[in-house]
């Protein structure tokens, strides 16, 4: 018999931390029904995963993941200590229920090779400066020491603060220079400014002189109180908010600015791809960007399929953007373990997605993007 989690009571997790990440059924309920929710597939599509091998047919290829959220013990417990999860693992969101045992369980079912860690703290989190000089170093160290523990299977987005922007300097250097992080997450937005603001300009800079990867993470939209009944912000409000801040990027110059940096729009880009026509529209009538600059900078962002693409997105985002710039991703543990293999399914047998693009979206690009990452796994 599943066990059903404790409905959590409105106040016992901050409501940042819960909705930064989403909400999902419990992981301890979901092992027990994982084959099964698998072997059901996606909607509409074949039955069966195609797990095309690589290019001498001999093996599987193994996926790296860019879109992994882990909450390793050591990092749980400081949350707990400080209030932002509470005591008892049952009372806690789902996801917080993440261990290594079970995401390698998972990556091994899913032909996972390699897994990039990445916790996604809304900045409101770390507004207190002491708190967000300790957070931000027990959440990097612990990411670290899971790597360091699994070098193959694991890379990681360190944090930062940046509404302290001489304290994200410093986290910065710390985290690519001593802890060997593989690039850095930002939330969409930061003390209610997206994040082509000027007063992240300095970060950006440094970022670009690294050549760094930037993970971009939405959060519930910064200037709305307003809840639709029975639809979660994570459904649509993400995924606004995840196109706002990339037209951000682009107005503000934030990209031609800064040539060297690789960006990462989770969630397939929100809505981005799909109002690439409306934007390039309105480009030529004088209330937007012009158009060859909006599609230079929609071709410059790389998309994770942690939509998911498959199968109803993939078609415009190919379109749009083409398969060098696609990153596999599952948002694991905020979706879980059984829905995991659904959407990896769903991927495999996606009809828009030839063998070369497959291959590309599932390892090759990712291989590409974080040569750190690929030097110690190897091309295969």
Known sequence: ML???PEVRSGSVPDFWRSAVGSSISRRAVLGTAGAATVAGGIGLVAGPMAWADSDGRRPVMRIDTHHHGLPEDLRRWAVGRGLLPADPEAGPEWADWTVVDALRLMDKNHIGTAVLSAP???????????AEEGVRVCNESYARVV???PTRFGFFANVAPLHPDLAMEQVRYAFDTLGADGVILMTSAGGKYVGDPAFEPLFAELNRRRAVVFIHPDALPDTNFVLPGVPNSLADFLFDSTRAAL???VSGTLDRHPDLSIILSHAGGFLP??????ESQGRQGEFVDPARFHRALRRFHYDTAQPASPYSMPT???AVGSDQILYGTDYASRPYGEVGVITDDLDRDPALNRAAWSAI??????RLFPRLAARIGPV
């Not at 799909?274 to 934007?279: N, Q, T």
């Open 317 to 319: 985002l190919l379109k």
């Open 362 to 367: 599932n390892r090759g690009n990712a291989l």
């Open 248 to 250: 951000n990027l682009i």
């Open 148 to 150: 360091a523990e699994h």
């Open 121 to 131: 703290v809304p900045s409101i989190a770390f507004a207190n400066r002491a708190l």
């Open 274 to 279: 799909y109002l690439a026509g409306r934007a």
């Open 3 to 5: 066990r059903k989690r």
